[in-house]
């Protein structure tokens, strides 16, 4: 299929849809990178690596007097700390004598159809005759470490996986120092880096800045991938834009401490690596243990980086994402946060639920303040028994009397943390994340459970159950109000471990969950977007993109987000004015067209709009109902960087080129306002497009070189959407 292996030259050559990656055992065992782009004929292109004696840069003993051989300046499928390469390496390893040292070379290998998985983690899934894996295995013969680097191959979708076993054989312990799951290394070429940073409530900000000598890291040591940096990346030649030019994609499939990094070295060669956060991380093998890093997706597009979106976005979509709802329609809700906060009962919520039904809305979400004592952010958090006297009933009740209005039922749940004030802390002060001797940081005013420990996990997970059980509940939003500090766990004596063993002790309770409710939808959230990555993507097909609902600002967060995450993941909703985390006006039908670039939704008090307002919220969500299939499945394109242009467009294309949505919001006004022109994507140039609204036609072509002119309107934050139908 898409896997060779040349004995003759020792060349292993991956060939996918429109790339090749190759990569060359050496005379001496290392593993060399050659190659990653736009796709050859496979032949060997070891001609590439040059040989210099270059000062400074040591060499294995192996090479004898040989000074022009350096693992210095040899690009390599994963560097090892301890061969002489002193640039950033994938792999630090301390020894059981308390040196550091380690050097892999290359065993055995072995290629097969379908694709590897990872022992409780999660990852890219695939039936055997749409996948490859190469299993390279190498090792370090004095200390008995064994590395097997894992490739899984997606031929039709131009993406790679990368992962590394790593299994320890020797005598007494090591410590895993650090482990990345891929590295790229390029010999030459201007290249830009795009990252993704932000803060709580303005995610996933798009930036670019040309690698240069140095360093350039991303990351987060909070314990989840972060608000302030996303863990993927892209690596783009510097004249690169959404339709032209070469660029790669590194998507980290996990939630929890990560690290990136991009740097040129001292010959002008670039390498970009992502993995596991070695801060805080010192993992401990014994004889025997085995230790997996989680997978990084590998992308790369020779059309520009909206190509390079739509593979992730295929591939995310269609092989991470599970479940009922791994593409089909998600339900349009009203969640009950910014509808009442706190201060609601039965009644607050059957009101509300009786409104969704008026307009027409699929499901009602109760959020916070159902459970234990309650009543503001402060307390109860661990105590998952219902308030029946809060609620006025059992919660099979209300679930109940909502269902018979036909409209279905979801539920808030925040299950990793623990407050103070609750019975489950005064029971259990041990479970929680907190260092012996010391009082512990608060945030949110609460603490986080030590989820590296199986019987926390098993405690809370029996509570959830007993929840989820008592009614027709088809829906949870996992919430995470708090970054992680004070790591320290009472069931361990290596601290080392307990980040990463934390995310697995997360996974684990998640797995059961989906296994348990195979039809339940579960939404991610961490503060809105603080875990947006494609390791939740596995269990929560749906992740709340931010807690930021206010439109203009949302175009910025869902543009940097559509970077690396398919638009059926982004939870957005059409909030209340003014906005309550920013104060601004937008009106009613900007609002949708933006929430309209995810999951649709409402977060806001349907019983205090006019009848206007409920009859054009019956229009969105018809709306919305006519176009999800597009919106959710179609390709995405973006035709504009809203943090330079005086509007934010973006549209979505069916596969076959016959149907578009293009929306457009007009993000500035002034005086004797100038003309806009968007330019489309993705269309067939001969197709002639009918605007099903005003039966006006255009040239496929015409849309996309000419583009078309944006009204002249007064007024703030004009929206427009246009549905565009092509014939040939």
Known sequence: MGI???????TFTIQTKNTTYQMQVDRFGFLL???YGKKTDGSCMDYLLTYYDRGFSGNPYDAGSDRTYSMDALPQEYPCYGTGDYRSVALIIENADGSTACDLRYRSHQISNGKYKIPGLPAVYAEETESQTLEITMEDVVTGVEVTLLYGVLPDYDVITRSAKIAYHGDGKIFIQKAQSACLDFLYGKYDLLTFYGRHAMERRMQREPVTHGSHVIGSVRGTSSHQYNPMMILADEHTTDSCGNCYAMSFVYSGNFKGEALKDQFGQTRALLGLQDEMFSYPLETGSVFYTPEVL???????????????????????????????????????WEAA???????????????????????????DGWFGKRDDDNSGLGDWFVNEKKLGGTLGSLIQKINDLGVKFGIWIEPEMISEDSDLYREHPDWALTIPGRNPVHARNQLVLDFSRKEVVDHIFDQICKVLDQGNIEYVKWDMNRSLMD???????DQGRVMYDYVIGLYDFLERIVTRYP???????????????????????????????????????????????????????????????????????????VAMAGTFGYELNLGKLSEEEKEEI???????????PLIQTGLYYRLSDPSKEEYA????????????????????????????????????????????????????????????PMPVEMGEFKAYQMHLVGEE
Not at 4 to 10: H, K, L, P
Not at 566 to 572: L, N, Q, T
């Open 649 to 708: 467009a973006w549209a979505f294309v069916s596969e076959d080129q016959k149907e578009v949505l293009l929306n457009v919001v007009m993000q500035e006004i002034h005086g004797n306002m100038t003309v806009n022109y968007v330019n489309l994507q993705g269309l067939k140039c001969s197709a002639v497009y009918r605007d099903t609204e005003t039966g006006k036609t255009y040239n496929g072509a015409a849309l996309m070189e000419a583009g078309i």
């Open 519 to 593: 039809d339940l939808l579960i939404e991610g959230c961490s503060g809105g977007g603080g875990r947006f990555d494609a390791g939740m993507m596995y269990y929560t097909p749906q992740i709340w993109c931010s807690d930021n609902t206010d439109a203009l600002d949302r175009l910025q967060i869902q543009y940097g987000t559509s970077f690396g995450y398919p638009i059926s993941a982004v939870g957005s909703h059409v909030s209340a004015v003014p906005n309550h985390q920013t104060g601004r006006i937008t009106s009613l039908h900007t609002r949708g067209v």
């Open 4 to 10: 060779v292996y040349c004995e003759a030259d020792r």
């Open 618 to 628: 019956r229009s969105q969500v018809e709306e919305y109902r006519k176009f999800a």
């Open 33 to 35: 990178h050659l190659y």
């Open 341 to 367: 906060y706190f201060d609601f009962d039965g009644d607050t919520l059957y009101e509300l639920a009786k409104e969704a039904k008026n307009v027409g809305i699929d499901m009602l979400v109760l959020d």
């Open 487 to 493: 790591v320290f766990s009472r069931g361990t004596k």
């Open 298 to 336: 590998l992308s790369f597009s020779g059309s520009g980086m909206n190509q390079l979106s739509q593979n992730l976005h295929r591939c995310i979509r269609q092989h991470i994402c599970r479940g009922k709802y791994k593409e089909s329609i998600h339900p349009i809700l009203v969640n009950s």
